[in-house]
């Protein structure tokens, strides 16, 4: 999925950190439709993780300096995505890649983030 306009916040350094996120997505998509291996996939994981402790720590800073009012559902949404990147981390230690399941947290990373993006992050642009 590509970065667009309307998921601008007025910050630099977030609007950067969600365009990597996007590039992330649309690289591993391409990944995956080549075929892709368990250690390839154990790395973007590993990305994924680091990521989201990163970015979404960085956010809800900038939010909560900024008294923003959304910010405290910023990171209620920001804990449950948390929690699926996990389930995803703990199934894929226990049963190993699958690459149907793969291609679905894909799609629920790239819906969440376009719909998180638009309805939370962006108030950071009026705070
Ligand atoms: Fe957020
Ligand atoms: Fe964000």
Not at 76 to 91: G, N, P, T, Y
Request: with cysteine.
């Amino acid at each position: 999925m590509k970065w667009k306009e309307e998921f601008a916040t007025g910050i630099a350094e977030i609007d950067r950190q969600h365009k990597t996120l996007f590039e992330a997505s649309e690289d591993f998509r391409e990944v995956l439709e080549r075929g892709c291996s368990s250690g390839t996939y154990d790395g973007f994981l590993e990305f994924l993780v680091m990521y989201v402790e990163t970015h979404f720590g960085y956010e809800e800073e900038c939010m909560h300096a900024a008294q923003c009012p959304i910010a405290c559902t910023n990171k209620k949404e920001h804990a449950l995505f948390i929690k699926l990147v996990d389930k995803e981390v703990q199934f894929f230690q226990q049963r190993g890649l699958d690459i149907q399941r793969a291609f679905r947290l894909l799609d629920t990373l790239d819906s969440w983030l376009a719909s998180h993006i638009v309805r939370i992050d962006v108030q950071l642009r009026v705070a």
